[in-house]
T-cell receptor, first 113, second 113 residues
Framework: NAGVTQTPKFQVLKTGQSMTLQCAQD?????MSWYRQDPGMGLRLIHY???????DQGEVPNGYNVSRSTTEDFPLRLLSAAPSQTSVYFC????????????FGPGTRLTVL | AQSVTQPDIHITVSEGASLELRCNYS??????LFWYVQSPGQGLQLLLK??????LVQGIKGFEAEFKRSQSSFNLRKPSVHWSDAAEYFC???????????FGQGTILTVHP
């Protein structure tokens, strides 16, 4: 199993550009999440999904969209990138509602100029 | 609202010395508590978790943590640190609803030979 994969690993955008961060898991997990990691702030939840077709907002959802058309994929879209969205983004998945274990991807480092 | 505080941003220990990383949480009900480790450029890996029962939990890589409800703490310990333990450590708290996991700010561990 590849686990949780994320692409790209690095990305540089200009302010106002849009892009999609890809996340896929091959463990048949129902639950998937997107976090952003900023220095001194730990990880903050952006959006999450409890199954195909079901998504909800986390702590910092503004400026991001998600959809979940399949169990395997959970892309994160930046509609109009801003410098405040410069961060490291992690996707995670879990087979349980109660976090028996969240499996994290390797992350995408995004810089917005 | 739930929250997690890791009072120590950076800790330095000598190889072979004992280690304790502090974590204090705020949560309105019985919490689910986690410790994750992140090596440079990597995603997060679960070290251990507490859901209920024995308040001393054992994890991978020789780590353990003790849940103390009266002190709202979940400190991580290791009796003898190895150079490979150098990483950033995150404490997290959650409940029964997926999407409500809150991370602390992280503690960077440096190990001197």
């Amino acid at each position: 199993n590849a686990g949780v994969t994320q692409t790209p690993k690095f990305q540089v955008l200009k302010t106002g550009q849009s892009m999609t961060l890809q996340c896929a898991q091959d463990m048949n997990h129902e639950y998937m999440s997107w976090y952003r990691q900023d220095p001194g702030m730990g990880l903050r939840l952006i959006h999450y999904s409890v199954g195909a077709g079901i998504t909800d907002q986390g702590e910092v959802p503004n400026g991001y969209n998600v959809s979940r058309s399949t169990t395997e994929d959970f892309p994160l879209r930046l509609l109009s990138a801003a410098p405040s969205q410069t961060s490291v983004y992690f996707c995670a998945s879990s087979y349980s509602r109660t976090y028996n274990e969240q499996f994290f991807g390797p992350g995408t480092r995004l810089t917005v100029l | 609202a739930q929250s997690v505080t890791q009072p120590d941003i950076h800790i330095t220990v000598s190889e072979g010395a004992s280690l304790e990383l502090r974590c204090n949480y705020s949560y309105g009900a019985t919490p689910y508590l986690f410790w994750y480790v992140q090596s440079p450029g990597q995603g997060l890996q679960l070290l251990l978790k507490y859901f209920s029962g024995d308040t001393l939990v054992q994890g991978i890589k020789g780590f353990e943590a003790e849940f103390k409800r009266s002190q709202s703490s979940f400190n991580l310990r290791k009796p003898s640190v190895h150079w490979s333990d150098a990483a950033e450590y995150f404490c997290a708290v959650g409940g029964t609803s997926y999407g409500k996991l809150t991370f602390g700010q992280g503690t960077i561990l440096t190990v001197h030979p």
